[in-house]
DNA sequence: CATGCCGTGTGACTTTGTCACGGAAGAAGA
DNA sequence: TCTTCTTCCGTGACAAAGTCACACGGCATG
């Protein structure tokens, strides 16, 4: 079974209220359609690109990938977002640049490069909001540009508890490992400074597990 | 004396030939001016946005400047290009976050804010342009992601030898600071990681000066 | 219970960044 | 010409971060 477009457009609508002004006709076009992506799937640079994709559930990942297979994490996209450096890619005809993970099993509309160019052109709403989602990551891009280069580790590990607790849990369930890729380190260096932290009793660790997170202990270390 | 855009237009179109399919009725307006940017003006975050701000002659610098003072250089504007970060401000109503410096005198067609909204609107190909812009940033934003977190210093140096002789000179008048500055690393490093290379022979330092630079033997250290 | 994998801890070493100098080249002025 | 000053460069000592190699323990699986 296929999940149909028209059956989704409520929700389609819901998350991107900017597709509101395109017209039935579009909407009855077969080639616009609604595909599943797998967990774990990767995408390499360069894929994809006959289709402009909007994600309605799921999350994916955007990351570069060293040679020696470090990672860094660049952003994520979820549902109501789009990925704009394949945006850019459509729209400018340059390379991507990126890969691509999705973390959990995504719901997307697909459109075809050719029709989303048109969408672009004659809907203004979705042209800005487009726009505005490209402007969003690359401010994002700086900002971590901004603190790979000037801010220290602890600092960067800091940060990330403190935004992961930001909903009030104080556990996290994470591998030293994971939050090395997220931030382009190495795993040895997040086990240090983890220790260090426990050791200032700012947070307990356990296999797979980080606990009793104090963030106002993190405050400390948070840079600028 | 100001220079009038009137008589500045066929220059103009010739850097900016999407702009061609705006009316006289636009060039006309007393709002869209020519201005004198001065050398080694600063700009901070945030300012300038009442205006949007294509270059016609001159180099614009974009950095990001840490709070102990170190820099790194994103890229640069040059006549005929516009400030990406920019234009996403301007577009998307966010903040800039990034700071400016004029490095050669420019001579820049400043638009106000709402106008240039309303050419974006109106106008296809300028709104193409602008697009690829974004985008040709958002890539290159990428990439030096990806060569601050994997590269190696001797990797970074020995490209940007290798780019900035990629016109045939063997020479350069450059200060090791300055090549820090567009790294984003230490002084001290960059002259280490120089001497190391005069040391191999492959190039020979004096003081503001980097000359018989070898590009083959520059090859070898390049990364990917 | 045995096996194997995965996550973690650790030490030794290399690379990169920081700090504090000092010294030399060139410009400007007397 | 000599003096003074600024800018640029070199260096050593140290701190921070990344790399490499390996060991150990928890946990799942058969």
């Known amino acids: ?7 989704e457009l409520p929700r389609i609508l819901e998350l ?14 077969e080639d616009v359609v609604l595909i599943e992506l797998p967990p774990n799937h990767l995408v390499q640079e360069g894929q994809l690109l006959d289709y402009a994709v909007l994600l309605l559930d ?13 990672e860094i994490t ?3 996209i979820q549902g109501g977002e789009c990925c704009p450096l394949m945006m850019t890619s459509i729209l400018g005809e340059s390379e991507y640049e ?29 042209r800005q909001y487009i726009f505005k989602m490209v402007g969003k990551r690359l401010i994002l891009m700086s900002n971590l540009l901004d603190s790979i280069n000037f801010k220290t580790i602890p600092g960067r590990v800091a940060e990330f508890l403190y935004e992961q607790t930001a909903s009030g849990a104080d556990t996290l369930a994470l591998t030293h490992d994971a939050i090395a890729t997220e931030l382009g380190t190495a795993r040895e260096v997040i086990s240090r400074t983890l ?8 947070l307990a660790l356990t296999r797979g597990r ?15």
């Open 195 to 202: 220790k260090s932290f426990e050791k200032e009793g700012i």
């Open 1 to 7: 079974m296929t999940l149909s477009v028209q059956a």
């Open 98 to 126: 990126a890969s691509a993970c999705i973390e959990k099993p995504s719901l997307a509309l697909a459109i075809p490069s050719g029709l989303f160019r048109e969408w672009m052109d004659r809907y203004r709403g979705f």
């Open 58 to 70: 799921g999350t994916i990942r955007m990351f570069k990938i060293s040679p020696g297979g470090r």
């Open 16 to 29: 991107f209220p900017s597709l509101a002004e395109i017209g039935p006709e579009n909407w009855g076009r």
């Open 210 to 224: 980080i606990a009793e997170i104090k963030r106002d202990e993190l405050e400390r270390y948070l840079e600028y």
């Open 74 to 76: 660049l952003y994520r």
